[in-house]
């Protein structure tokens, strides 16, 4: 059964941070009964526990086996995420989001994606004192036009973009805190997988304001999606999407 389009967000904030993979999974399954038309435009707001999201290119790379096992040397789980790019991670002090949006046309509007999502994560950074900004910084890990950073000095949120037929996926991860980790993690990694970048560009929301915490975050990005958009409304998954999920699971492990 198509579920009815009523403009309405449905928000789940379900996590599992022991099983990232199934992680992974569920965001994928949502995306495929978004696009489906069998659940409403779908946004995850969650927290994880130490993973390392890989993109399809890293897996195919000669350095994979390599990379995760770098990854695993320094306490992150290795995963193969569903959007694209490179090597990006998430830990205890991170913030995962992502949307699932149905469109019969999703490749005309993958700029326009972008472009409001980056815009609303740094318009919501902006309202906490960060001076947020739209744009990749040079020699930033997991690079993209859509990035958002700090001053242009380091970079704070990375987003990735994946579309199927009826519908499109975007992933997010927001550093709040613990930017130490990320280039810690992330040296030996990148060297394994022969990607160059500057750890100096790898920053945190708490870089730029001191002590903040995720709650203060989250919920001024809900705050900014507020502004022209009916409130999301809170949502439990589903069995079936837990069922499709466990289905897909395996094929986010390295």
């Known amino acids: 059964m198509r579920a009815a389009d009523t403009g309405q967000l449905a928000l789940v904030r379900e996590s599992f941070p022991d099983r990232p993979a199934f992680g992974a999974a569920v965001s994928r399954a949502i995306l495929l009964r978004v696009a489906a038309g069998e659940l409403p435009s779908t946004m995850r707001l969650h927290r994880t526990g130490r993973v390392l999201a890989f993109g399809r290119r890293d897996a195919a790379a000669d350095g994979f086996g390599a990379a995760v096992r770098a990854a695993r ?13 490179q090597a990006a991670l998430y830990h205890e002090g991170t913030i995962a989001l992502s949307a699932a949006i149905p469109d019969p046309r999703p490749a005309a509007r993958t700029h326009a994606r972008f472009e409001r999502l980056a815009g609303t994560c740094a318009a919501a950074l902006r309202s906490l004192g960060v001076d947020a900004r739209v744009g990749e910084v040079p020699g930033e890990y997991c690079p993209g036009a859509w990035s958002v950073n700090a001053a242009g000095r380091s970079k704070l949120v990375g987003i990735g973009q ?3 037929s009826g519908g499109a996926h975007l992933g997010v991860v927001i550093v709040v805190r613990d930017s130490a980790l990320v280039r810690e993690a992330l ?6 997988l022969g990607l160059a970048w500057d750890p100096a560009t ?11 915490d995720l709650d203060s975050v989250e919920e001024a990005i809900l705050a900014e999606l507020e502004r022209d958009a009916p409130a999301p409304v809170e949502a439990r998954l589903d069995p079936d999407t837990l069922e499709l999920a466990a289905g897909l699971e395996a094929e986010h492990l390295p």
């Open 202 to 212: 790898a920053g945190s929301v708490e870089d730029e304001l001191g002590r903040i």
């Open 162 to 164: 994946r579309i199927i």
């Open 73 to 85: 040397e320094v306490g992150f789980q290795p995963i193969v995420r569903l959007a694209g790019g």
């Open 187 to 192: 040296v030996p990694v990148y060297e394994a």
